[in-house]
């Protein structure tokens, strides 16, 4: 059975720093992409991972984000520099054989 769960989240003050972690259970991280969903708001794209280890991210979080693969299993999110705008629920996502895999989230809080 495949499962993604992350961690992490939390509520910061504007300017401070989070770490996520995603970790897979019955599947390997080829392939994954961090989301998040802000209230009222569709879910976006935010970073991603290849298996070759290529990065990208969004131009909201170039920069101050970056995503890195500790091993096969686990997906860490560094954010730095946190904002407001950064609120909301961060989802990790992966896929395999034409199924999509999502985690249940960790919330992202940034106060001003």
């Known amino acids: 059975q495949v499962q993604l769960v992350e961690s992490g989240g939390g509520s910061v003050q504007s300017g401070e720093s989070l770490r996520l972690s995603c970790k897979a259970s019955g599947i390997i991280l080829y392939d994954m992409g961090w989301y998040r969903q802000a209230p009222g708001k569709q879910r976006e794209l935010v970073a991603s991972?290849?298996?070759?280890?290529?990065t990208n991210y969004s131009d909201s979080v170039k920069g101050r984000f970056i995503i890195t693969r500790v091993n096969a299993k686990n997906v860490l999110l560094q954010m730095n520099d946190l904002k407001s705008e950064d609120t909301g629920v961060y989802y990790c996502n992966t896929s395999r054989l034409g199924l999509d895999y999502w985690g249940q989230g960790t919330q992202v809080t940034v106060s001003a």
């Open positions: 991972i290849a298996k070759d280890g290529s």
